[in-house]
């Protein structure tokens, strides 16, 4: 749960909305710059501005804490306008609408952008509770490693969702029928908790934002512990009512990352300590978090298996 990606360039806007500009625009020569103009990649990686997106992402961090302005620019106006505009029509005309000329320069943050761990489950997309099917972001199937690499969600969705429904073909009993004469509510919904779940999860976001986010360590890990669990001392009343439990889940899915990242006392893919800068070797495992057991890990299957 501790592995997540940022993605390094989402249009900066006072909202809490967020625009995403692809990576293939860096790729066609844009540059990062700070407020001062300063193109800071060029020190920072051989590649420039084409470094890996998690080495990319926490350079603009780093560079946004050394200035005022929340944001750096992506800028353009060195490469051909017309190329652009066809290059990139969709964001081109996604950014007129906020007012920015992409030809000029983009203010750019990163932003969260894809969960790594998730619900562990085997190859067949099958949890620890026997019957239960999951696949996609929120599984954790193993193929990710530590840092996703672009595109593969979409394979990891297709892939092991159709794995999950050959194997529950078999696994559920064909005596159950979907339909509603089986369904019985087990929770009651009390719509007025609405608007107070909405501002429950902004709280959270801006926690593991702050606490959990590009750059860790060990203090601000920990206090996200204490702010998460002020949340929830506020929040459930351990009713059961729809947005209580899900917004206890809410509260309970961030505690599970920070933990992860409290365990983990090294740097690798998209968890980044700045207590703990470098790789280790002694933490290659994976970290797993089940009810009513201790945190635990087991080791990594590195693919390297003696074949007959
Ligand atoms: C901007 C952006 C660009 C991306 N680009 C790429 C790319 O180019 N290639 C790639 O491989 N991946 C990409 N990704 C990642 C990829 O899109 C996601 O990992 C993938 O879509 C996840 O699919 P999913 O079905 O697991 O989850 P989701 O697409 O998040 O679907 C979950 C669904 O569950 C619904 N839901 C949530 N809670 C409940 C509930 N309680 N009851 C019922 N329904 C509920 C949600 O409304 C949602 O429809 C991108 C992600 C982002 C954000």
Wanted: net charge neutral; with cysteine.
């Amino acid at each position: 749960m501790e592995f997540i990606q940022f993605h390094p360039t989402s249009v900066y806007t006072e909202s809490e909305k967020t625009y995403l500009i692809s990576e293939a625009v860096r790729g066609e020569g844009a540059h990062l710059v700070n407020i001062k103009g300063e193109r800071f990649m060029i020190a920072i990686h051989e590649n420039g501005e084409l470094a890996p997106r998690d080495i990319v992402a926490r350079s603009i961090y780093k560079e946004i804490q050394k200035q005022k302005e929340p944001f750096v620019y992506l800028t353009l106006n060195h490469l051909d306008p017309e190329k652009i505009k066809k290059r990139f029509p969709n964001i081109f005309a996604k950014l007129s609408t906020l007012g920015i000329n992409m030809c000029e320069r983009i203010p750019v943050a990163p932003a969260a952008h894809y969960m790594v761990g998730g619900i562990k489950t085997d190859t067949d997309g099958e949890s620890s509770l026997k019957n239960l099917f999951v696949c996609g972001e929120l599984a954790s199937t193993g193929v990710m490693g530590a840092n996703r690499l672009a595109s593969n969600s979409l394979l990891e969705c297709l892939v092991f969702g159709y794995r999950a429904i050959e194997r529950s073909r078999n696994a559920i009993p064909s005596t159950i029928k979907s339909g509603e004469e089986n369904f019985t509510p087990l929770f009651r919904i009390d719509y007025s908790r609405k608007g107070e779940f909405a501002e429950l999860s902004k709280r959270v976001a801006r926690i593991l934002t702050t606490n959990a986010g590009i750059v860790r360590n060990e203090e601000l890990l920990h206090n996200g512990l204490f702010r998460l669990e002020a949340e929830r001392i506020m929040y459930v009343r351990e009713d059961n009512e729809i947005f209580d439990l899900v917004g206890e889940n809410l509260i309970i899915v961030a505690e599970l990352i920070i933990k992860s990242a409290m365990m983990r006392r090294e740097s690798r893919g998209g968890h980044y300590r700045e207590d703990f800068p470098k790789e280790n070797e002694t933490f290659i495992h994976h970290i797993i978090q089940q009810r009513g057991r201790e945190i635990f890990t087991t080791p990594v299957d590195t693919g390297n298996h003696n074949k007959l």
